[in-house]
């Protein structure tokens, strides 16, 4: 009988002791958990400080491209930051902008503040800070926008300049939008615009008379939801000469985004003639060619705005004649590059 109630204390008393073990071990758990749970969200401090560096950077409005150009050369937060693009511009920030970017002692302001008096008024002011009298300047009468009509006889002169200097373009629909208030977006490109006519004209008016070597010259304009490039070969020699080009294609024409990627190549899905090719161009003349983008990628997007680059490359070898070996002319004669953009 001992030994049956001895044996019935011990199993009291292991049962006990499970029990005990069983508890503690919920117990231990139970203070083990938050801290695992509280680790899973935790990084070390080394790593949560680190910088995120994005895989890439999409913008959430298409002028914001130039606001980001602008701000490289140019301190504009006093009328940029905070502002949305979309809003229209005020008298006071069209002042501001022109002073911190164009000409700080500018005290002049639109006779409004719609498309056609802005535009008239950015390029008044290239053409004073490039020495020009606006009213001076000769231009071609032509029909540039389907809303022409629209446009104020005073500022017409000005629109269509703008347009031959790549100050304002319209928009793609080809329209201008002559009574359209303008907004901070297209504030910012206007005025990078009008920086970037105002540099040109000046660097071009410095540089040397050309002589004896080619040039590569281009132009654009939008038309109907296309790019028209223009663009020619001059010769500058005194002397008249003979071109060989080695097959049907005579020329390359590739653009690319802001971003540098290519989004048009002429050559895409062609096929070229593989016989010489020559042809001769007397002192002061040039050969012309044109190509037309329709705005679209190589995915088929459709592309509505942007800063865009367009490189053109003339594909030609100086001739010495059928059956006579040809000289290769130096790339920087035969290559022009030309922006232009979307939207604006």
């Not at 926008?145 to 080809?174: C, L, S």
């Not at 002192?283 to 705005?295: N, R």
């Amino acid at each position: 009988m001992k030994n049956i109630k001895t044996d019935r204390n011990r199993k009291n008393n292991l049962i006990k002791s499970t029990k005990n073990t069983v508890i503690a071990g919920a117990l231990c758990s139970a203070l083990i958990m938050p801290s695992l749970v509280h680790g899973i969200g935790t990084l070390p401090v080394s790593a949560s400080n680190a910088e995120i560096v994005p895989i890439s950077y999409k913008y959430n409005h298409w002028a914001e491209v130039y606001v980001d150009q602008l701000s490289k050369n140019f301190n504009i937060e006093s009328v940029f930051k905070g502002k949305d693009l979309e809003a229209y511009v005020t008298e006071e920030d069209f002042r501001n902008i022109v002073k911190l970017v164009l000409n700080e002692k500018y005290d002049g302001v639109p006779d409004a503040l719609t498309r056609e008096a802005i535009v008239h008024e950015f390029t008044r002011i290239w053409a004073e800070e490039t020495y020009q009298s606006l009213d001076q300047i000769a231009v071609i009468q032509m029909i540039i926008y389907a809303d022409a009509d629209e446009i104020d006889a005073r500022y017409n002169h000005g629109v269509t300049i703008a347009y031959m200097k790549d100050i304002a373009k319209g928009r793609n629909d080809g329209i201008f939008a002559p009574k359209d208030n303008v907004r901070y977006g297209e504030l910012a490109a206007l005025v990078l615009n009008t920086r970037s006519a105002i540099d040109a004209e000046l660097s071009y008016e410095n540089q040397p008379v050309k002589e004896e070597r080619f040039e590569t010259r281009g132009s654009y304009k939008i038309e109907k939801d296309k790019v028209v490039l223009d663009f020619e070969l001059i010769n500058h020699y005194n002397e008249a000469k003979n071109l060989e080009f080695s097959s049907g294609q005579q020329f390359e024409v590739t653009i690319a985004d802001e971003k540098g990627e290519e989004v048009y190549r002429y050559s895409d899905g062609k096929s070229f003639t593989m016989a010489l090719i020559y042809k001769d161009i007397n002192p002061g003349e040039s050969l012309k060619w044109q190509d037309i983008w329709d705005m679209t990628n190589k995915e088929g997007e459709k592309l509505t705005s942007g800063k865009y680059q367009a490189r053109i490359d003339i594909l030609v070898r100086l001739g010495s004649g059928v059956g006579e070996s040809s000289e290769k002319i130096d790339e920087s004669q035969l290559t022009t590059v030309i922006e232009f953009n979307l939207g604006v």
